[in-house]
């Protein structure tokens, strides 16, 4: 998709926008990822996410089947 004219210049005067840029300096400086403690993933909030993710969704979840392969290789 190209862009016309009006829309590059638009582009060109948001990148040379001093409070653009401070605004997006802002909001990375306060984002948050709820998933991460202390630098690392927290698997147990992930999982508790998707669990409530799939009951927004009404998603059926699939029976435990026990996995009978002795070697696996990625």
């Given at each position: 998709m190209a862009?016309?004219?009006k829309e590059r210049e638009e582009l060109?005067?948001?990148a040379?926008?001093?409070s653009i840029k401070?605004?997006?300096?802002?909001?990375s400086a306060i984002a948050?990822?709820?998933f991460m403690v202390n630098g690392r993933v927290d698997?147990?909030?992930?999982?508790i996410f998707l669990n409530g993710?799939?009951?927004?969704i009404n998603h059926a979840p699939k029976p435990f089947r026990k996995m009978?392969?002795?070697?696996?290789k990625l």
């Open positions: 862009l016309n004219d060109i005067y948001l040379r926008s001093s401070n605004d997006m300096d802002h909001l948050y990822n709820p698997v147990d909030k992930w999982i993710y799939n009951e927004f009978i392969d002795r070697i696996m």
